[in-house]
């Protein structure tokens, strides 16, 4: 079980707090590639729920989320995205009983019969922990050495994207962010088609084999070269 801290607030909350909010993204409107994010993350985990997180200081904001829409986010002390900003190193929760993690009241995810949890931060430049990229499900599960390393690789694409989306906007660059989500989103879709037809080869994606682990990790360096032209272009322009 991870062992968090005895306060929901880190030390270095107030330098958090100006990340989070230099990125101008908490408690915005959807964006189709951060839907197409939390879509991907619950496939290849095999959960019903994902969701990206932004940890503001009352309230925790849902930027995307798959299989519980219409939910904007939840109260920071209701919320185990906020408790799992708190260590450094990916969050698995595999019950959501009071005394799992007692920095947060839980009755909001088990009034859902929520029983698991996998997170990994959302980690900018300065280091500061800004949210969590998360899979959430109601069957008690582990989470294997293979399937965290995809976790993290995946949060570190959302970061990124993030930090991509912020050079666009704060540049005044909004065709091009429009432009730079519709080839994220093609390159998301071809991942998305990988994951139906392994999921319906195998009967759910198991990254704990080597050639389907394989397959994801190249998909996701895609991802990642696309991000890396873009960010040149972006700070070029």
């Given amino acids: ?22 990125y101008q993204i908490a408690n915005t409107t959807p964006e189709p590639i951060f839907d197409d994010y939390v879509a991907w993350a ?48 990916p969050v698995v929760l595999t019950d959501y009983k009071a005394e799992s993690c007692e920095l947060i009241k839980p009755d909001v995810a088990q009034a859902l019969g929520l029983n698991f949890y996998a997170g990994a931060a959302l980690q900018m430049p300065d280091g500061s922990r800004i949210g969590m990229l998360a899979v959430i499900g109601r069957e008690a599960r582990g989470l294997s050495t293979n399937e965290a390393t995809v976790l993290k690789r995946l949060a570190d694409l959302v970061s990124k994207t993030i930090e991509l989306r912020f050079n666009y906007l704060s540049t005044e660059q909004d065709q091009a962010w429009e432009n730079t989500q519709a080839e994220l989103a093609e390159t998301l879709d071809d991942n ?21 682990l394989d397959l994801i990790l190249r998909r996701l360096n895609g991802v990642d070269k696309v991000l890396k032209r873009r960010m040149s272009e972006a700070l070029a322009a």
């Fill in 42 to 89: 619950a496939q290849l985990f095999n959960t019903p729920i994902s969701l990206i997180s932004l940890v503001d200081e009352n309230y925790v904001y849902f930027k995307a989320v798959a299989g519980a829409e219409g939910v904007p986010g939840l109260a920071r002390t209701e919320s185990m995205c906020s408790a799992a900003i708190l260590p450094d190193v």
């Fill in 192 to 212: 998305t088609t990988l994951a139906r037809y392994l999921t319906n080869r195998n009967n759910g994606i198991n990254l704990d084999e080597e050639e389907t």
């Fill in 1 to 22: 079980m991870t062992a968090f801290p005895t306060s929901l607030i880190p030390e270095n909350e107030a330098t958090r707090l100006r990340t989070l909010r230099l």
